[in-house]
């Protein structure tokens, strides 16, 4: 008899072949997006720690950056504060094992592009690095067809970037012309190759990588650096400290403090600095270049995160799963009852109810570990090469990993199968063969609310809310699916609005030019001749007290919330600061709000270098991804001793940035180019978020569709009594109608609370003190949500018709007098 009902078990299951396809695929997809999802992560986060090692294929990323923001040193002043540093080590566990003074500026490549059939100069922002190949941060040259040739050694010789060479068509041998705000000078290329600080090939800041033509970097010999900024020899505003090991340093990610020996070590060296020079002077660890802690972020955030994706895509399938199999309990009651009758023992019963999830379970996840070892995981780490431009030289191992995911979404799967056994289980004979295990009675309030509406409209609510358990694991199931819709859509819709919005709505100058210490006068004059506006202002870095975290204080010429601005400021809270009071008044970021609790009101030190700075908070900005104070630019002028770094250009119509701005700045920054940058990097995007996208209203659709047909399964009887009663199809079909539309309601509401409250913590997690962001209700993205699975709801409508329409009424109503 049990072969008997497990044949009939699985009879019933293919007589669903569509609903068993769908939940196989569920379980497909859920591990073919794990195993992709954390062979990522697994590649990436052993693959950095591998560059930057100190080995001969590696670059040693130094342990600590000291950096002189306002200048540089000569070549006595840099060798003089490494003896400092070396006599003066503190007694620690951390041991000196190399000071590396090294000059890195701001510049310009100039690059020849074609419009309109007409070649044309454009100058493009530029970093160059003076290195001698000593033994700290080295140039990465790795055997891969990204890069080749050899470091420079030359003082007419340079290492481009390898996303240089790509985006701008640049080959070995190859002459470049690129200035450092003192003119401009050929360069030969004599090498392809990468490096530690741009990794993640954007400008500072920046969260999107930069288009390629838009940014460049490269890396000379000192000498060659030195002549092309009209410097002397030695001179540096770097130190590159490196400690023997790897110590450990504080996570931006995580309040404590990770890296108690490192941080006792750059209090230290604080002090000794600052006795050695009067210049304000930067002391930080790795957390602090912003190519290493945002790849190292993108790292612990995949890491993070696959596990949970698997789970909830599991969770799914689990739940439409294990509202199939009640429904199969239900349908199988009578043969059920006959085994309890002739003997059978409950535990003999539950088995055959939990072999069915366990062998979809299986099934599945062999299927997506196939699917994702030979197709998602070279498809993901593609991407990132494309992306990113790093190239992967051997992903990790996937056997674990892989055994880990279908361990996890196999039990998860076995788990739904666990309460639909047990219920199959306790099925009493007597009540089964009465019919009284079918009969639900719904309240007396719900029966008194319904008497008054027609009968198939109460029909539809009774039915509707018949067996609230399963309506609400139905709901949750349809919240889960769209969480992946509606989180991705949210996500993409504020990062838009942070990066595309903040500089095209928020920003109105067309060029900013950055200059040297006192040479913006010649930008200045040469705006004056193409009849243009301008604005001082000058952007230096500063820290909390006894806080390594480098903060941007930027000051203004006007600070502004008028939308005729050039930079429009969006104020949270508080008032905009007055200019030239004796404790001065500034904005801060609602980002350091966050991380230091500072609030309006208070008065609080910044510390520039070793010179402190008392300030009142008056009042707090959003929008900015990095930590940032805003001041009256003649205020923070008197701080640091210097009056402009850059200075904003709004140019008359037809005018552009031409050589002769290029020769007299260190770098030009296009709005344009900016905005390019964003929107192409999005739409490289769309592909890969696309698919995200179709994957949660497919997920979507499954469930609703399941639940249709259950609904539909248990109403059979009615609505073929309704229909030998005489109830037209046009009510039937309006009677569903309704029904679909109200689950569609509640569920796209359920959606988007889900998605809000999921989006949230999601960000929450991985929001630290280099990336900020918050996620607010967007009625666009809520709309948008309702509309997508009301949609999938009422279009299922048909085909719950049509299986109306083909019901044998002689079969359903034959027995009603049981």
């Known amino acids: 008899m049990l072969i008997l009902l497990n044949k009939r078990l699985a009879r019933s299951m293919m007589r669903s072949k569509i609903r068993l396809i769908a939940v196989i695929a569920m379980v497909v997809v859920a591990v073919f997006a794990g195993v992709s999802f954390a062979a990522y992560a697994h590649t990436v986060s052993g693959m950095y720690d591998e560059i930057y090692e100190d080995s001969e294929n590696a670059v040693n990323l130094p342990d600590l950056w000291v950096e002189n923001p306002s200048g540089t040193w000569d070549g006595e002043t840099s060798a003089s504060l490494c003896e400092d540093i070396a006599s003066n080590w503190p007694d620690s566990v951390l041991v000196l094992n190399e000071c590396e003074p090294r000059l890195r500026l701001d510049g310009t490549m100039f690059y020849e592009t074609s419009e309109a059939g007409e070649r044309k100069e454009k100058p493009v922002p530029a970093v160059w690095h003076g290195i001698d190949e000593g033994s700290v941060d080295r140039v990465w040259m790795p055997s891969h067809h990204c890069c080749s040739g050899r470091v420079a050694t030359g003082e007419s010789e340079i290492v481009i970037d ?21 003119g401009r000078m050929n360069f030969t290329v004599v090498g392809i190759g990468l490096h530690s600080n741009h990794l993640y090939y954007a400008q500072d800041g920046d969260l999107f990588p930069a ?37 450990d ?31 304000p002077s930067l002391i930080y660890d790795r957390s602090q270049v912003f190519s290493v802690e ?29 509202l199939s199999l009640q429904r199969l309990v239900q349908s199988q009651s009578r043969e059920i009852a006959i085994l309890r009758t002739l003997g059978v023992p409950r535990w003999a019963i539950m088995p055959s109810y939990v072999i069915m999830p366990l062998g979809i379970g299986i099934a599945g996840s062999l299927l997506g570990a196939i699917l994702g070892v030979y197709l998602g995981t070279p498809a993901m780490l593609t991407f990132y090469e494309d992306f990113m431009g790093i190239p992967i030289l051997q992903s990790a191992e996937l056997g674990q990993i892989v055994m880990q995911i279908v361990v996890v979404t196999t039990a998860v799967v076995l788990f739904s199968g666990i309460l639909p056994a047990v219920q199959a289980s306790r099925l009493q004979p007597l009540e089964v063969m009465r019919g ?23 029909l539809t609510i009774r039915s509707s809310i018949r067996k609230p358990a399963r309506l609400t694991f139905t709901f949750l199931a349809v919240g889960l699916s769209m969480l992946l819709f509606g989180s991705t859509t949210l996500m993409m819709s504020s990062m838009e609005e942070m990066t595309v919005g903040s500089v095209e709505d928020d920003q109105n100058w067309d060029i900013q030019a950055n200059v040297l210490f006192g040479g913006e006068d010649e930008v200045i004059q040469w705006v004056d001749d193409k009849s243009g506006y301008h604005e001082r202002i000058i952007t230096f870095p500063a820290n909390p007290v006894n806080d390594s975290r480098v903060i941007s204080a930027n000051g203004m010429e006007v600070l502004s919330t008028e939308s005729s601005a050039l930079i429009q400021l969006d104020l949270k809270e508080g008032k905009l600061p007055e ?3 004796q404790t001065n008044q500034i904005l801060i970021d609602e980002g350091l709000n966050h991380f230091l609790g500072w609030e309006t009101g208070e008065i609080q030190t910044l510390v520039f270098g070793s010179t402190p700075a008392t300030v009142e908070i008056v009042g707090i900005t959003q929008g900015e991804m990095s930590r940032t104070v805003y001041f009256h630019r003649s205020d923070l002028a008197k701080i640091v001793g210097v009056e402009a770094t850059a200075v904003l250009i709004d140019l008359p119509e037809g005018v552009s940035a031409d050589s002769d701005l290029g020769n007299v700045s260190l770098v030009i920054i296009e709005k344009q180019d900016l905005i390019s940058s964003y929107e192409s990097i999005l739409e490289q995007q769309q592909g890969f978020l696309g698919s995200i996208l179709f994957l949660g209203i497919l997920i979507a659709i499954v469930v609703l569709f399941n639940t249709l047909i259950i609904n539909l399964s248990e109403r059979d009887r009615e609505i073929a009594t309704l229909r030998v009663l005489g109830a037209p199809m046009n009510r039937l079909g309006w009677m569903m109608f309704g029904e679909h539309l109200a689950i569609g309601l509640i569920g796209g509401v359920l959606a988007f609370m889900f998605t809000l409250v999921g989006t949230q913590a999601m960000v929450s997690s991985f929001v630290q003190w280099s990336f900020y962001m918050t996620v607010s209700a967007d009625p666009v993205v809520a709309m948008q949500l309702i509309g997508i699975v009301v949609f ?27």
Do not use: C, W
């Open 162 to 182: 390898a996303r240089v060479a790509t985006g701008m068509e640049i080959s070995l041998g190859d002459s470049v012309t690129i200035g450092a705000g003192n």
């Open 211 to 247: 288009e390629p033509g838009t940014f460049a970097t490269g890396y000379l010999s000192s000498e060659g650096l030195e002549r092309l900024a009209n410097m002397s020899s030695g001179s540096s505003n770097l130190l590159l400290i490196d400690i023997l090991g790897t110590p």
């Open 249 to 279: 340093y504080n996570l931006p990610s995580t309040d404590e403090d990770d890296g108690p020996a490192l941080t006792l070590v750059t209090q230290a060296m604080d002090e000794i600095i600052s006795s050695s020079v009067d210049s």
């Open 294 to 322: 945002i790849l190292r972020a993108d790292a612990e955030g995949a890491m993070l995160f696959y596990i949970p994706i698997t789970g909830m895509i599991a969770a799914i399938a689990g739940i439409t799963l294990f």
């Open 436 to 458: 009284e295990h079918e009969v639900r009675i719904s309240s007396r309030k719900i029966q008194k609310i319904t008497s008054r509406l027609p009968a198939t409209a109460g």
């Open 579 to 581: 200019a030239g009071l």
């Open 792 to 818: 999938i709801s009422v279009i299922l409508t048909p085909y719950g018709m049509r299986r109306i329409r083909k019901m044998d009424l002689v079969e359903k109503v034959k027995d009603l007098s049981q």
